[in-house]
């Protein structure tokens, strides 16, 4: 099994910076990817960055330019630094972890619980 772990969400005025950390543990696993999803009520869950072993990094759209992901590999946390923060981030943002653990070491997605983001205008 692979636990998540989020941290750094929080309050912040539009066009502020945050950053967010996740780390994931358990026994031994390799990872294959990590990334950001965040969701609001009623909504689903849509990727905001994904950052793979080989360092091939994915944005989403709306995100590009004003977040980045980065990664430590040896740490396996990953991380999301948040600039120009606008209402429309307002979120929980949850950590996912593509990895391979055992028993059957198949390619599975670990999620965290999440972390609320919250940009007041």
């Known amino acids: 099994q692979v636990q998540v772990v989020e941290s750094g969400g929080g309050l912040v005025q539009a066009g502020g910076s945050l950053t967010l950390s996740c780390a994931a543990s358990g026994s031994t696993f390799s990872i294959n990817a990590m990334g950001w999803y965040r969701q609001t009520p009623g909504n689903q869950r849509d990727l905001v960055a994904i950052?793979?072993?080989?360092?091939?990094?994915t944005y989403a759209d709306s995100v590009k330019g004003r977040f980045t992901i980065s990664r430590d590999s040896a740490k396996k946390e990953v991380y999301l630094a948040m600039n120009s923060l606008k209402s429309e981030d307002t979120a929980v943002y949850f950590c996912e972890v593509d990895a391979r653990a055992p028993p059957n070491f198949s390619l599975t997605r670990y999620w965290g619980r999440g972390t609320q983001v919250t940009v007041s205008s």
């Open positions: 950052i793979t072993s080989s360092d091939t990094i």
